[in-house]
């Protein structure tokens, strides 16, 4: 039985791995927890990401493994690229393991929900080519449609520029969730701590990490009593492609700004327009509750 206490036709379901700079922010382990308590979504791993720092894959490890033991779940878990494409030429365990899922025989469609920088699909992608055409990556990053002035640094694409335009020259089926998308998926501080942290363990555990992140330095890009649960859509659109407006774009290139530059010779990606914030975050917050209900 499914964490939650309901299941879906198997016919419906999707394989997916999870690629996450999990301790970069306070978004990503929202975004953990709903894949793993959804019954269409077939966790086959997660992958850590680093995201620019040193020793951050490493970090993105460790909170990986802080959610599932708090969850009491069993998930493979592996260690990505300790760095951008530049700086680590070597192949991790956990784009052996992306590589390994695309080209098995199974026929349940594969979709890689990526997170933060997307050095890994990338890597995976230079390793094994022909990998492209055997799975769907919903990518949370770039600020959108070429040209586009960069009103900040985007920080996924910014982590690994090279990455960025590997895959989106790649051609790829690539579903694009921009900045400008992202940042509207705002839930407020007090919700978090009305609604979630009375969530057992886990639900304590997204708002504590939450609360200190927002009281450290790094914070200082925030709104202070509300937060934007950014990852949160890449999970969402598995698990229903329809939950935005979308539409076919020609892939832009990133700059080292991170501004979206036109690039002719791009191949189509479908772009994320907007997404329904009230459905991703009630179904993130009630999974929370029938998982609690459940243990």
């Known amino acids: 039985m499914s964490p939650v206490g309901f299941d879906i036709p198997e016919q419906k379901k999707v394989r997916v791995i999870i690629d996450t700079d999990a301790a970069c922010e306070a978004d990503d382990p929202f975004a953990i927890v709903q894949a793993l308590l959804s019954p269409k979504l077939l966790v086959k791993g997660i992958v850590a990401e680093h995201f620019g720092q040193p020793h951050s894959m490493e970090d ?3 909170e990986i493994r802080t959610i599932t033991d708090a969850m009491g779940l069993s998930v493979p878990v592996f260690r990505g690229q300790r760095g951008p494409l530049a ?3 070597g192949i991790s365990e956990g784009v052996s393991h992306i590589i390994q ?8 469609p594969l979709r890689i929900l990526c997170q933060g920088a997307i050095t890994n699909v990338a890597r995976a992608i230079q390793a094994r080519p022909e990998i492209k055409d055997r799975m769907t990556v919903i990518w949370i990053g770039t600020h959108g449609e070429a040209p586009c002035e960069a009103p ?3 920080f996924n694409a910014g982590n690994d520029i090279e990455a960025a335009n590997l895959v989106l020259r790649s051609g790829i089926d690539l579903w694009l969730v921009p900045s400008q998308v992202y940042t509207t998926v705002t ?3 007090a919700e978090i701590r009305r609604r979630i942290s009375c969530c057992g363990r886990i ?3 997204l708002y504590e990490n939450l609360m200190t992140y927002n009281a450290s330095e790094g914070a200082g890009w925030t709104q202070g009593e509300s937060w934007s649960l950014g990852d949160s859509p890449a999970i969402a659109i598995a698990l229903n492609p329809e939950c935005g407006h979308h539409r076919m774009i020609q892939a832009p290139a990133v700059a080292e700004d991170t501004a979206s530059v036109l690039d002719p010779a791009a191949p189509m990606v479908r772009l994320y327009t907007d997404v329904d914030s009230r459905y991703i975050l009630e179904d993130l917050i009630a ?3 029938l998982f609690c209900e459940e243990e």
Do not use: C, P, Q, Y
């Open 60 to 62: 993105s490890l460790n």
């Open 87 to 89: 700086e680590d030429e």
């Open 101 to 108: 899922e695309a080209m098995s025989d199974e026929k349940t």
């Open 152 to 154: 900040f640094r985007e």
């Open 187 to 189: 839930i407020g501080i």
């Open 203 to 205: 639900g304590a555990h």
């Open 287 to 289: 999974k929370l509750e």
